[in-house]
């Protein structure tokens, strides 16, 4: 999939010597969402399943957009693509700088105090469903064959949906963690929606800012390989 990687040669290093050969690295571009004000976000990610990631990014990021809506993708002059929705869509956050470029997703680092990171974050009001170890275990083993950028370049994060009782869904990729769970979240949402009891599976650790987006998405139960941070935990 050009779209995930794109194979460049290298010079392989081993206890053997030095060879000459061929391999692929993620795909990094820039990603420009636009409504019909202009440009209100810009992304750093790999450039697949755009217009899951521009619907997943709205939900998860609190911006306000009615039903499925109908976008244009263009590729621009520097490699770069933009995603268009030709409707207005209402920000979150007024003082928001609709230029900015986004590297850590959540914009937290703009907020005074912890107090205003959780400010107007949806609750979890259903019940949580038990899942065990070996249940988890396997929707990753799942999860992982459908990761193909990762095992094309060991450089790429993954995020799926996952029911108790079913099948993983929705497995997503990009150079980012969080990208790759909007494009996730996007794909549940250009289907049937995401599922009251989803849980959002993690290739790598789970932050702050990745709980803030479950939240929004309506997912109250996560699973991360890596280690979760103390204000994720919280």
Known sequence: MKDLYRPTGIQRLSQSGRSVEADHLAQETLLRLNDANGT??????????????????????GYTIEGTPSLSIKSTLAGGYDITYDQAI???????????????????????GLDSLID??????????MVTLSELNKAFMQMSTQQEGFTKTG?????????????????????G??????????????GEGVANDAILLLSGRCGWDIVAKAAR??????????????????
Do not use: W
């Open 40 to 61: 209100f976000v810009t992304l750093l990610g790999t450039p697949s399943h755009l217009d899951a990631l521009f619907i997943g990014h709205c939900l998860c990021e």
């Open 90 to 112: 209402r920000m979150s956050n007024a003082d928001i700088d609709r230029t900015r470029i986004v590297t850590s997703s959540c914009g937290a680092c703009d907020s005074s």
């Open 120 to 129: 107007g974050l949806p609750g979890y009001g259903s019940a949580h469903r």
């Open 155 to 175: 450089g790429m994060h993954g995020a799926a949906l996952y029911v108790i009782g079913g099948e993983v869904q929705h497995v997503a990729e990009d150079i």
């Open 177 to 190: 963690r969080h990208n790759a769970v909007d494009k996730s979240i996007g794909l549940a949402m250009l």
């Open 217 to 234: 998405a309506g997912i109250g139960t996560l699973a991360c390989r890596g280690a979760c941070s103390t204000l994720a935990a919280d």
